[in-house]
């Protein structure tokens, strides 16, 4: 069944914007009677029948819901560089939400090489890529702050910070903590400063490896992604 995202569904009528019902009425060809699929990115899930299959507004009659779809007992926050290359972002994004995470912040450091994201396009990744992973939960997306003001303001279960500066780095795999609130930090392409390494060090961040070879920006994110979710299976 296609899934179609509706924000803030209260009540028993549910209404498409214009472009979800343009899909609904002209792409997919549904009709008055047909049944989808909804969700409102917090959790909801909402089989519905279409009483009027307008193309600009296409009306649905809640038939059954359920709430927390899908919710873990464990939340997994990624703080990343943004890429030179905003599709490798985009690509990151797409697969990480597909995998399941809960949370992405843009982080500006020393050694990046993009300074302005357009967020915008990003949560169109991330919706899409919840519909078609058939997810209740869209990933919460956070506006690019400096490196220094990030780090002072996290409270997670865990802390870590992804990088290749030192050998003999324990490996993330060896520390995650099942049920637990991870945040993770990854860098840009020229990796984090020894200054950040170090002022991350004592805001309570524990400097961790992802392997011996040496990955992408992007790729780094859907590894760690990946681990910890391993790990609660």
Known sequence: MQLFYVPGISGSEIILDETESKHAVKVLRLGKGDRILCTDGAGGFYTASITDANPKHCRLNVIESKQQAG??????????????????????????????????????????????VKTDRLEKVGISAMKQSMKAYLPKLNEPVPFNEFITGSNAGQKFIAHCRENNLP???????????????????????????????????????????????????????????????
């Open 71 to 116: 919710k873990r007992n464990y939340y997994i926050h990624i703080a990343i560089a943004p890429t030179k290359n905003n599709e490798r972002l985009e690509w990151f994004l797409e697969k990480a939400t597909e995998i399941g995470i809960d949370e992405v912040s843009l982080l500006l450091c020393d050694n990046s090489e993009r300074r302005k």
């Open 171 to 233: 490996h993330l795999k060896n520390l995650v903590q099942i049920e637990k609130s991870v945040l993770l930090m990854i860098g840009p392409e020229g990796d984090f400063s020894v200054n950040e390494i170090e002022n991350a060090n004592q805001h309570g961040f524990e400097s961790i490896s992802l392997g011996d070879s040496r990955l992408r920006t992007e790729t780094a994110g859907i590894v760690s992604c990946h681990i910890v979710n391993l790990a609660n299976v």
